[in-house]
């Protein structure tokens, strides 16, 4: 906590297969503002392809000698069932050269009895030190054209070879074969065999997918998806969402995607039929979240006017059944919690409300939002309104002009959960800075509302964030001190005594372990003193009566602002500790409080310290200008102290105040105007 006040950033809110392969939501035509380069445009650009190949150039062989080099391959194959894998298959590799070098026809039973022998763990490494596996890795990258069914099996040979074998995938990696894979994703004949090996390929391999990243692997899927490549093929889609996901976070591969990457993962988000389960769903939110964390994709996002499709994002995680099981259930919450996570962070942007003003559609459909009884979506509409009142105007216009405030109040009022308080509280409290606004803030009952929040130990957030608010509406405003100061229902019990809603705040500052909880109320006080002492001075009947209800109905009235002085970690709030006490001595009743506080709070041992400190310890300027107002104040202080000598000032204290006054006190006010330095 950070007690100087000012507007902030409205709070959002307080697994992959591990098996190898064998809002009215906006209209999505929206996302379409930004541009989506073809897939032919992406894949041609990609990272530059393997090295030459080293495969044989073209040579005839007549048919009975191909039909032999394919039998030979054969014993081949069945010796290594039986024998050492790699002592068996030393000669394939010259075996497919020559069937190669020829263009045989038995190329692709061949490839197929190959691709079929990488389904034994066993062979796999073989494979890699025999030369198998890098010759059907040329034949993959080859330029040349050549027959689908013998790149399908080069492609499930490598696939296999790859799985668990991080030998066979470092030769991918090394000589970017990942990008000639990719470069068969738009075969309509090949993608079902793509997709697993890509996945083979990357899972627990963070070289692969780094590399895959960096060929832009994820706006190439989504665009696959987009352009229905997987209609019919329901079962590949999981491959894709999981391989989005994996390499979905490599830095590499968002600074290079396309601008287009986002429009997709939205527009596919609210897909129906691509999105139709919670797993999917939630991890296209995922690749959505990484991709915002980068605020090249928040601007495009902001300026090409995506965020309405954003919360129609959101106001789809709600439609799911609620028979889902509990991983989806919990997917589907931590879905949520990214969405509004993300538009936290983008309206919390400079450039957010030169797009999406105050009479926007999106800030109006916002505002309907603060009435749902869905927790996510009031979040939401806490969230970005919230960060929209960022000027005086704004928020005045929001209070007074469009009423905000009352649905606000209402939703501190109602029974939900602690994170739409949280949010509320926030956005109530960027409202409350504007100056016109405390007094309808007041009037609309925001004191109480948030009294009843004082109480709320479950969630020390809110605790704070009501305490602090309490404090914001109160400054400088006498009405709505007035109003802190107001009797508390009778509660049936037979006590005379009256309480306050102060009272409340004072019981709390007694229960809470909590410094920033204690040092907000002690500002509380503190900024009463500010208003009432100097009025009552004035003679102001209002001030004069507040001012003794102030002090005659809370007896350790003082002890808050005794916390301020007591801490150290913020030098700011003792200064203005110093400051509020010095205020309260100067009356009567004040005194009597601010003397009871002194033993309590051990407050007479840092009153030394501060008088007795060198002008020259302070090493920066600001230091010297702050430790010089502090000396002032205490020694107002302990003058008005001694000068009221209150019964409940000890005669130890006095000793000490009087000592104090001779050695430290009489020099500071001959060098500063005996007045109270705040």
């Known amino acids: 906590m950070e007690p100087p006040s000012g507007r902030t950033d409205v709070p959002g809110s307080m697994q992959s297969n591990d098996h190898q392969s064998d809002l009215n939501p906006g209209t999505v035509g929206s996302a379409h503002r930004v541009q989506c380069p073809p897939l032919s445009q992406v894949l041609s650009e990609l990272a530059s392809l393997p090295p030459a190949s080293t495969l044989a150039a073209t040579e005839p062989l007549p048919s009975d000698k191909q039909k032999k080099l394919f039998e030979s391959l054969q014993i081949c194959l069945k010796a290594a069932e039986n024998a050492d894998v790699s002592d068996a298959l030393k000669e394939t590799p010259d075996i497919l050269q020559k069937l190669w070098k020829c263009r045989s026809p038995y190329l692709v039973p061949a490839a197929e009895a190959m691709a079929n022998g990488s389904r034994a763990p066993l062979w796999r490494v073989s494979y890699g030190k025999t030369g198998v596996f890098d010759f059907f890795l040329q034949l993959i990258a080859s330029k040349e054209t050549i027959d689908n069914r013998v790149i399908l099996h080069a492609l499930r040979l490598v696939g296999n070879s790859c799985a668990d074998t991080n030998e066979n995938r470092e030769t991918v990696v090394e000589h970017n074969y990942t990008a000639a894979i990719v470069q068969h994703s738009s075969n309509p004949d090949l993608i ?88 999917r769903f939630s991890g296209l939110v995922s690749g959505l979240a990484t991709y915002l964390n980068n605020t090249r994709f928040q601007e495009i996002c902001i300026s090409s006017y995506i965020v309405p ?39 919390g942007s400079t450039s957010f409300a030169q797009y999406y003003p105050l009479d926007s559609p999106l800030a109006q459909s916002l505002k309907t939002w603060l009435k749902s009884t869905d927790d996510q979506l009031q979040i939401c509409s806490c969230v970005i309104l919230g960060n929209l009142a960022r000027s005086d105007a704004t928020c005045e216009r929001m209070v007074q002009d469009l009423k905000i405030h009352e649905e606000l109040i209402s939703i501190l009022k109602s029974d939900v959960r602690g994170a739409v308080l949280h949010s509320a509280l926030g956005f109530l409290k960027n409202l409350a800075i504007a100056g016109n606004n405390r007094l309808v803030l007041g009037e609309a009952g925001i004191i109480p509302a948030v009294s009843r929040l004082w109480q709320y130990e479950s969630v020390p957030q809110v605790q704070f964030a009501a305490t602090s608010i309490a404090r914001q509406v109160i400054v400088a405003a006498v009405d709505n001190i007035s109003r802190l100061l107001e009797g508390l229902p009778r509660d049936g019990t037979d006590s005379n005594d009256e309480r306050t809603y102060l009272s409340l705040l004072l019981a709390l500052f007694q229960k809470t372990d909590s410094t920033p909880i204690k040092t907000e109320i002690g500002r509380t006080v503190a900024s009463i003193c500010r208003t009432l002492v100097p009025q009552s001075r004035e003679g102001d009947p209002t001030a004069v009566a507040l001012l003794d209800r102030f002090f005659d109905l809370h007896e350790d009235i003082a002890l808050p602002v005794g916390a301020m002085i007591a801490q150290s970690q913020w030098p700011v709030v003792r200064s203005e500790g110093w400051f509020a006490m010095a205020l309260m001595a100067s009356n009567k009743a004040g005194a009597m409080a601010v003397s009871r506080s002194l033993q309590r709070m051990e407050i007479l041992p840092l009153l030394e310290k501060t008088l007795g400190a060198e002008a020259s310890e302070p090493t920066e300027e600001i230091e010297q200008v702050q430790m010089k107002k502090d000396r002032d104040n205490i020694s107002v202080l302990v003058q008005e102290l001694l000068k009221s000598d209150p019964d409940t000032l000890a005669e130890t204290d006095k000793s000490t105040m009087q000592q104090l006054m001779h050695s430290h006190v009489s020099r500071h006010l001959q060098d500063s105007k005996s007045t109270v330095n705040g």
Do not use: H
């Open 192 to 279: 079902q065999v793509v997709i697993p090996v890509l996945y083979n390929i990357c899972i627990d391999f963070g070289p692969a997918q780094t590399q895959l990243a960096a060929d832009k692997i994820v706006y190439i899927l989504l665009k696959l998806v987009k352009d229905g490549a997987f209609k019919d093929k329901d079962a590949l889609l999981d491959y894709v969402f999981e391989l989005i996901e994996l390499v979905g976070e490599q830095e590499q591969g968002i600074a290079s995607s396309p601008d287009g990457t986002i429009s997709l993962l939205v527009e596919l988000a609210l897909d129906e039929d691509v999105a139709s389960t919670p797993a």
């Open 309 to 347: 499709d954003i919360l129609g994002v959101l106001s789809r995680s709600l439609t799911f059944k609620t028979e889902s099981s509990a991983e989806d259930t919990q997917a589907l919450a931590q879905s949520r919690l990214k969405i509004n996570q993300i538009l936290a962070e983008i309206s």
